[in-house]
């Protein structure tokens, strides 16, 4: 295993591939791009792989052996075939941040009964975007539970990786919004099964089409929560 490999292993984004780290005193650059081979439009939901322009986004993440992490990512604009719609690809944090989903909620569980100010000194952050963090995840949190509570169709789907076609990541949609409500990291049927289950029975009960492929994990985890003619 090279160095490039360990540090993604270690950055464990596995939407990322990992193409250079350079080791400062006090920070990490890891220079990286996209392993997807595709893009979901956010429109029609059709996979995109027609790609219009490329960009650097510098990423704050989690630290590594208390130094700072940044992800300098070259990421793609894909152009729908279907629909004409212009979109940037998504990875697993807000393509308008700067920082990653995992060190967001970091900052939104450090942000928890304490003076924002706290944060900002303690991650080296300015104010502006510990607080902007702060309230989109509060509200969030809401607008999750909100969004999953009128789901009546869901769908999910796949997006293969660049190293070879038996890697996958799923995506959960609702069908009506066309909203990505989320990327489980297990398809198997157990962890599906799981999954949809701690939604709570008013979610499984609720469901009146549900949408996927023939692979059997997805067609058995939906026979097990939900409760539908079709199945």
Known sequence: MDMNQVYEELLGLKELQVNQVVVGATQIEVYCESRLVEGYCPVCLQKCNCVKQTYERKVKDLSISGKEVWLYITSRQYVCKDCNRHFYE????????????RYAERLYDLSQGVELQYVVVRENLCWQTVNRIFQKYARKQVNLI???????????????????????????V???????????????????????QAKGPDFCAQIKLFCSDM?????????????????
């Open 90 to 101: 998504q990875f697993s944090f807000d393509p308008r941040e700067s920082v990653t989903k």
């Open 174 to 196: 609702d069908l009506d919004t066309g909203q990505v409500l989320d990327l489980p990291e297990d398809r198997s049927k157990q962890a599906l099964v799981k999954y949809f």
């Open 146 to 172: 909100n969004a999953f509570a009128r789901v009546s169709r869901p769908g999910i789907d796949e997006i293969a990786l660049k190293k070879g076609h038996k890697h996958y990541i799923a995506v959960v």
């Open 215 to 231: 692979w059997e994990g997805y067609l058995n985890a939906a026979k097990k929560c939900f409760l539908m003619p079709s199945l």
